[in-house]
């Protein structure tokens, strides 16, 4: 079996070089980059199947270089490494196409915690061509295209990730803890509202334009994707 390739995109070496060894003794390939600049060239020049980037990097700062990965490449996992530790910083990190966000200070098996779920949610992506449907929305797994009545809806990689889970459990009712594990990662604060701003994202986008709405909003207990008879 092939090891898991990471890039780590952090400007603080003695950080950088301890997250390196600890994910090489768990058996992670991994390189560094220090700078924003070097981890784009390296990116761009390795494949890797995670990257794990801070935010106050020099050149070229971690929301820009996480944008700039994901307009090459929508399908590497990325998980953001900062102190920033606000909603809105959250929130950007969700924006810019970052898979998860885990915030320093945090004990090395947290990340480890971390980096397993993510992997294994993209294991268990659908086979290549697979679709997912309600009414007239169509998710594509291969191409990652969203379709509703012949309209293509441009999504970010969280609001994909939200949207297929909703799929896949289409009439029944998820509690905001449920999405809050099984989109977001192990120990997310779902007490926080991201959860529920990110629902609203995406009901602007599938639903608004829409007559026939599909996200509903079960109060008191959470969210429900669902054909209304």
Known sequence: MEKIRILLVEDERKIAD????????????????????????MFKNQDYDLIILDI???VINGYELCRMIRRKNDN?????L???????????????????Y?????EFKELLARIRALLKRKSLVAPTGNKLTIADL???????EVIRNGKVIKLTAKEFQLLEYFLRNHNRVLSRADIALQVWGLDFDSKTNVIDVYVNYL???????????????????????????
Do not use: W
């Open 203 to 229: 009901r602007n986008k599938i639903d608004k334009n829409f007559p026939e709405k599909l996200l509903h909003t079960m109060v008191g207990m959470g969210y429900v994707l669902k054909v209304e008879n």
């Open 138 to 144: 169509e998710m594509n797994l291969d191409s990652k």
């Open 76 to 80: 590497i996992l990325v998980l953001m």
């Open 18 to 41: 301890a997250l390196k060894s600890g994910l090489q003794e768990n058996g992670y390939d991994t390189e560094v980059a220090y700078d924003g600049d070097m981890g784009f060239r």
């Open 102 to 106: 885990l915030v320093k200070p945090f």
């Open 82 to 100: 900062t102190a920033m530790s606000s909603v809105g910083d959250k929130l950007e990190g969700f924006n810019t196409g970052a898979d998860d």
């Open 56 to 58: 106050n990097l020099p």
